[in-house]
């Protein structure tokens, strides 16, 4: 295990580079009329089986608070980029289901999306730093056990 002293001047720097690539990302949006956010929740959309879900499950994979997720999706469905259906499984529920036009948007956006976060982190790191960078992210994330 790493020393506290470590620890807290490794989170200072990721999270400065965080912030500061997010900055860099974030500029290039509304891209195609969406914003950062509403790309964010269509991006999570995509990856669900059928690109739905539960709208409570949308509000804990996003970055925003329910209100605010709750009136992102009423003008997303204004706009015919998704629709809201009640939970055949829980009627007090709601299901948010990307619709095929929208998914044609997200994936014209993604592409254009990728192609700047290639520029961004790619054209500062190598792919074997990206692997390693990956690596290290997953494991903070939880999605790969720690060493020793």
């Known amino acids: 295990m790493g020393s506290k002293q470590q620890a807290v001047a490794t989170w200072e720097s990721l999270f400065r580079a965080q912030v500061r ?3 860099q990302l974030a500029a290039e949006f509304p891209l195609h009329g969406l914003s950062l956010n509403e790309y964010d929740v269509l991006f999570n959309l995509s990856l669900q089986p ?9 509000n804990e994979l996003v970055f925003l ?3 605010s997720v709750s009136r992102l999706i009423d003008r997303l469905v204004d706009r015919g980029i998704v629709t809201k259906e009640p939970d055949p499984c829980d009627g007090r ?3 948010v289901r990307m619709t095929e036009a929208g998914f044609d948007l997200y994936r014209t956006v993604a592409i254009e999306h990728m192609n700047t976060i290639a520029a961004v982190v ?5 792919d074997d730093e990206l692997k390693q960078l990956k690596q290290l992210t997953d494991r903070l994330d939880g999605r ?3 060493i020793g």
């Open 122 to 126: 790619g054209n500062r790191l190598d």
């Open 21 to 23: 690539v997010m900055r």
């Open 93 to 95: 529920g709601t299901i």
């Open 144 to 146: 790969r056990p720690p």
């Open 65 to 67: 608070s329910q209100p």
């Open 50 to 58: 059928n690109r739905a879900a539960r709208l409570r499950d949308l």
